[in-house]
């Protein structure tokens, strides 16, 4: 198939998990002969100029088509639209719209005549750092998303009853993915910042508002350790959250803010962590979350459905922003390393055995296709196979 994606940020780029999905299911499409397109916004690295990459046309058989915009609240409109008017234009069998921002172009793609597969990775709208106008819009896109699209895609079983309730509409599950990491020792996080194995508590995603960050400051604050907290990420253009963060870590050395960080340094983090804390108000389904249990990690996590669906009884969780709640968790998790050592021991073969790139982008081919099916329906014909195959 020809086949397009409008509504991520950049690839190759670590700006954020749309990113990271748009560059994984490219590349699988590609490797299996498809002719694949993503329109890339111009401009900068959203944690800063210095992070920029340089301006593709190809990338790993990937076509890449650079949309120019501006900065502020019209990037998102402004980029999809001529994303959108490009695409009309080149005769693709699928256009792939991601996230609810881009996705407020789709009666603009349907008027072209275009088949339309929107993928919801998050309620947008109700995100923290969002108010007035652009709340308003996030809504019409996940609006158009729901009711104009040919399909509408969502990641977790409480986005589709949010979706199907609200627009009257039957959206498909679908789902991240992960592959089998590669350990590493600290040496890059031991020379930065005196990081060794299991001396630490690990969050790591972009610094905004949902994540909830202050809530796991003031808690870990009120924990007995000598183990550290590290804050690893880059806050986006509006720094006053993370000035807030610093604000409430301020007198605790035990705090360690990274900023922005990729490469084996991320790996490193993830590696030898002893908790991986994940305390998000709002997630769709967080790779960071997929990633830390890839890599053997003991998840600490707040109940949001879209963390708790992922996890079932693999991690231990905290009711969302109750941080008496995880204080309590945090320091018996912390005075009880059986307890870690079980999560930990359970967590990688759970997590890769259930969420795999290959078998997303199995669903997505055959949604873009017109075979409308679902992610565990997928995942459940793979496991049949399998056993077929195993029995012989």
Known sequence: MKIAIIGHKRIPSNEGGIEKGVEQHAVRMVQRG????????????????????????????INIVTVPTVKGAACVPIYSFLATIHAAFSRYDCVSFRASGSCAMIPLAKLFGLRVVASLHGIDSQRDKWGGFASKYLEFGERMAATKADVCLVLSKNMKEYIDTKYGVNSILFANGIDKPKSHAPEIIKEKYGLEKNEYILSLGRIVPEKGLQYLIKAFRECSSDRKLVIAGGSESNKDYYNQLLALAEGDERIIFTGYVYGQEVQELYSNAYIFALPSNLEGMANALLEAMSYGNCCLISDIPENTEVVHDKALSFEKGNETDLQKKLQMLLDDENLVRKYKKEAAPYILDRYNWDIVVDQMLRVYAGDVVDYNTVLQERESRNGVIQSK
């Open 34 to 61: 498809n002719d694949v397109t993503v329109y890339n916004r111009g401009g900068h690295n959203v944690f800063g100029k210095e992070f920029d990459g340089k301006k593709l046309k190809k990338y790993k058989g």
